[in-house]
Nanobody, 117 residues
Framework: QVQLVESGGGSVQAGGSLRLSCEVS????????MGWYRQPPGKQRELVAA???????NYADSVKGRFTISRDNAKKTQYLQMNSLKPEDTAVYYCHAVVNSALTGYWGQGTQVTVSS
């Protein structure tokens, strides 16, 4: 059984910052790619940022220069530092990880981020 547990969401004013964390636990031998997705109200889930096992990163154009994804392999945890937040960043944020030789993807439960103007 593999679980992803997120923390760090909340409410903030525009221009503020939040840091999301996502810890992977359970029957883990290897963690490959990790990433953050978000689902704004009434919209589809979209990729925000991803990081490979080597540390290569990619970002959605809308968050480039404002968000930073990182991971601590020893802690089996990934992070999303979000700066200069905008109201359009309001969404439920989900973490994702691809683990073990079967390359199975798992999702976190989601955490709400609300940015007020």
């Amino acid at each position: 059984q593999v679980q992803l547990v997120e923390s760090g969401g909340g409410s903030v004013q525009a221009g503020g910052s939040l840091r999301l964390s996502c810890e992977v636990s359970g029957s883990i031998l290897s963690i490959f790619s990790m990433g953050w997705y978000r689902q704004p109200p009434g919209k589809q889930r979209e990729l925000v940022a991803a990081i490979s096992s080597r540390g290569d990163t990619n970002y959605a154009d809308s968050v480039k220069g404002r968000f930073t994804i990182s991971r601590d392999n020893a802690k089996k945890t990934q992070y999303l530092q979000m700066n200069s937040l905008k109201p359009e960043d309001t969404a439920v944020y989900y973490c994702h990880a691809v683990v073990n030789s079967a390359l199975t993807g798992y999702w976190g439960q989601g955490t709400q981020v609300t940015v007020s103007s």
